[in-house]
């Protein structure tokens, strides 16, 4: 089932979750173990996040050094069929532009279709590890728009190989990443909005946000979305902070800033699990606060802080 079918039956806030598939050499069942305690809350829907092929230097025996391409954390397709088969609950594989050629792109979307699977998040990706700004593949596609046009054509039965006449439709719920706090590359929010804007014209259904730990950017974001005519639901993404070190990492990698009376908290805790309860109340008082406003989906970045998120959906239930 789409996300927005789940949305437009809801008669409460839904609850979903995001993964990351889990490190190679690691079996299915660590996914089970991680989404087991998950089910108790009957989430609508399990993103599974998309990582990219990394280069690494690997050194021989000789002491030179040899180029080897790793992909740290497959299977994204693959849990997300695994998921939905063993919990029959809707998953959302993240789909990305960076590392993918269009042909690529097509064969992962024929695969999902073939799968049942109903959703993709579109998105550009980051610049790989060893390049300054992102570089598209050769083939692929440079902005997530661009990709998102991909899936819309796909969802009207065209193909790549203009023979294929007719072909079958795959009709995919796509959904798109916003940024509260704008993306980093942006010149400013209003350049940013705008190619928002043009995500959602060319056919996104609904907004997935960056994490954020204000809740009055989320809501300043929803009321400028709706200004310039961004009529599509709005799912806030949330993450805890579980440590002290997270003050510098989140804003570093997610260029989101955290309120002062959140990072003075976190820096006067004495131990680490003064720490984890300050982050968990945090995030059970932004909830509960969103759940007032009436968005539609309460969307939880997992990112193994299993017990942490536990406690934080049992109190706004
Ligand atoms: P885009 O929408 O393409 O935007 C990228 C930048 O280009 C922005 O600054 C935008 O303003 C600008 N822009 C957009 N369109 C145009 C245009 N036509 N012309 C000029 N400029 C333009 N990354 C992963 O690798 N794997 C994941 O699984 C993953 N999951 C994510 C989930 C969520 C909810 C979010 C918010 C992000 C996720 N990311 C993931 C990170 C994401 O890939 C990065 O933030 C990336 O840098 C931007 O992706 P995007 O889809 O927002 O890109």
């Known amino acids: 089932m789409k996300v927005t079918d789940h949305i437009a039956q809801a008669k409460d806030t839904l609850v979903s979750f995001e993964i990351l598939p889990p490190l190679k050499g690691k079996t299915i069942n660590?996914?089970?173990?991680?989404?087991?305690?998950?089910?108790?809350?009957?989430?609508?829907?399990?993103?599974?996040?998309?990582h990219r092929i990394e280069t690494m230097f690997k050194k021989k025996a000789d002491g030179t050094f040899e180029k080897v391409e790793v992909?740290?954390?497959?299977?994204?397709?693959?849990?997300?069929?695994?998921?939905?088969?063993?919990?029959?609950?809707?998953?959302?594989?993240?789909?990305?532009?960076?590392?993918f050629t269009k042909r690529d792109t097509e064969d992962a979307l024929i695969d999902?279709?073939?799968?049942?699977?109903?959703?993709v998040l579109v998105l550009r990706g980051d610049a790989a590890k060893n390049e300054a700004n992102f570089e598209p593949e050769v083939g692929g596609h440079s902005y997530a728009v661009d990709l998102q046009k991909q899936v819309d054509n796909l969802r009207n039965g065209i193909y790549l190989e203009e023979d294929i006449k007719n072909g079958g439709k795959a009709d995919f719920c796509i959904g798109t990443a916003g940024y509260p706090e704008k993306h980093f590359e942006a010149p400013n929010l209003e350049t940013d909005m705008l190619h928002l804007k043009e995500k959602v014209d060319a056919?996104?259904?609904?907004?997935?946000?960056?994490?954020?730990?204000?809740?009055?950017?989320f809501f300043d974001f929803v009321k400028a979305c709706r200004n310039m005519g961004i009529e599509v639901p709005i799912i806030p993404g949330l993450k805890p902070i579980t440590n002290k070190k997270q003050l510098s990492i989140l804003p570093k990698v997610f260029h989101v800033d955290i309120p002062a009376d959140l990072s003075n908290a976190i820096l006067?805790?004495?131990?680490?699990?003064?720490?984890?309860?300050?982050?968990?109340?945090?995030l059970i008082q932004q909830s509960k606060e969103l759940k007032a406003f009436g968005v539609p989906v309460l969307h939880y970045y997992t990112l193994g802080k299993q017990h942490v998120i536990l406690d934080v959906v049992r109190a706004i239930r």
Request: include cysteine; aromatic fraction near 12%.
């Open 71 to 99: 992909k740290k954390r497959p299977g994204t397709v693959a849990i997300c069929a695994a998921i939905k088969n063993h919990y029959n609950v809707d998953t959302v594989p993240h789909l990305i532009c960076g590392g």
């Open 112 to 119: 999902l279709s073939f799968l049942g699977i109903d959703n």
């Open 203 to 217: 056919g996104a259904d609904y907004i997935m946000t960056q994490m954020f730990f204000n809740n009055q950017k």
């Open 268 to 282: 006067k805790a004495k131990t680490d699990e003064d720490v984890e309860q300050i982050g968990t109340e945090w």
């Open 30 to 50: 660590t996914i089970y173990n991680n989404l087991d305690p998950f089910m108790e809350f009957k989430p609508s829907f399990i993103n599974v996040t998309y």
